[in-house]
């Protein structure tokens, strides 16, 4: 065990400061990474503010690490010192269940481990990306390319695999019309992939003030969703709505956008049920799901085909003590479109 | 054209009476079909009362139909004069567009025409089965094989097709597990079918007077859903919940039975829209979905299913001046499973 300077929340209304947390000693399957960026998520809030409940206390959030490998285990096969390495929100899982097998680790039938707010298998807290050091089995390491802006890449972690996993689980491509439903954090990378993939990509946003953003970041057609009318000649027109608004709203307004067999698939979650109306889904076989994260493997590949297609996220860079003011500015929507700490900051 | 007698509503509060409509004479590609019994569909009540709105009057309904072709167009291929024939839910489509090219002729883009309360592309009403005969494009018509109970394949033009359609949709097979919500007209369609693809099947009813009847058609286990803790230990069980209530009820306390990647599609459409929470489906990427019944090609691949194994609807055979009083009974939930009318009746 070593002792590593981190900002934690010592309970649900308080603010974030400075802590010491101790991390493992690398084991033989460890990679041990100095944290250069770690991208401040929406969940970060949620979970330091137990607004899911069941949060743990200190808590240290952070689930979009990027960083170098300073040492590794004798076994580790697939990293080495110096490199490049990311992790996300996971750092464990059974490795043995069904999900695990089909690389969707993300619905471990055991429960996977947390990158932070969670327990490892033996019982010990885990702690996340706001502090300088972090120690994960190499199992749950993604390699990040050089060629990318660092800074900008951590977001891909969460956001990115976020809004990624979907996109492939429901095979956006050439020929397809995309809709991404919100331009935040997740909303503006899924418009950066689904364009990337090919797809010709529409967003919808409350806000007139989004447009120019959303067609600089991919978008060919928007739509105000607050207007009258607002998706009048719209119907049946997308082959997936990506649906990344957690703010309570209605499903049954944007069901009847999809085509013929399309899928609306929710990747923010509102806290408040939401409305539908059966024959929205019966008439066109519509489907209405959701996607959490993706599996490491799909995590990966998600980094190299932002690595292939020169992606990283849109980000705002912070030193680790404006982590309050940050959080702040998210509850108004006031970021294009992540936060970064830049970890150097706390080290000095 | 030429009269045939026939049941009909004038109104939508009015009660069925006996009544005479026009067929037209048989074109080229037609077959004329003397009707020999005629299954009565919930939505047939939907319909006749305009409980749906845009109800068009005098309505013969009718859209579960089997009877002779009595004669055939001179470029008719696939039906000989004393053949069994079977029609269900659509009488034509454009036969052009993406969904119709790809056998799911219910989505026609253009607009299908049903077998009743519709129109013809010609603009003339259609009339269904309640009455003596009908006359269908042979692209329309579906073969019956005669080793069935004639009397009870009726409903498998509606109701095992309704059924049928999402099970091969979701791929239902061996090893899977699938529950049946109501047990109905078209849940008792459901179990026999999803049974007969290998399914282990569960019902779902809120009545223990069911359950007998859900393991005589083939259900392993049944869950009566009004009762406390009724659904503790069964998190995670289904692969495909075929949900066919059509009263209004929570989709959310269903999702949670849903494997990952399970689906839940709803063949009942609840007048009032149900209450979804994201996170039901977001933490394990389950789906809700809706399927309407299916396509002309499956409907036939369904029959010959159907007769391969056997299956057939339980029916209750009404004579045509039953037919309020069957109304009635079945807004009780009061027949096993479905009434078919012996069309004979009518012509005596």
Redesign the interface.
Known sequence: MYSVPAYATPAADAALAPHTITRRNPGPHDVQIEILYSGVCHSDIHQARNEWGGSMYPMVPGHEIVGRVIAIGDHVKNFKVGELAGVGCLVDSCRTCE?CQAG?EQ?CETGSVGTYNSKEYNGEPTYGGYSTQIVVDENFVLHVSEKLDLKAVAPLLCAGITTYSPLR?WKVGAGQRVAVVGLGGLGHMGVKLAAAMGAEVTVISTSDSKEADAKRLGATHFINSKKPDAYKGWEKSFHLILNTVSAPHS??SLLPLLK?NG?MT?????PT????????????????????IGGIKETQEMLDFCAEHNIVSDVEIINMNQINEAYERMMKSDVKYRFVIDMASLKG
Chains 1, 2 share one sequence.
């Open positions: 999900q969707d619905f689980h499903y049954d013929t899928t929710l990747v923010g979650a509102p049920p939401s409305e539908v109306v059966g024959f929205n889904l019966i008439m066109q076989r519509r489907m209405l799901a959701g996607s959490l």
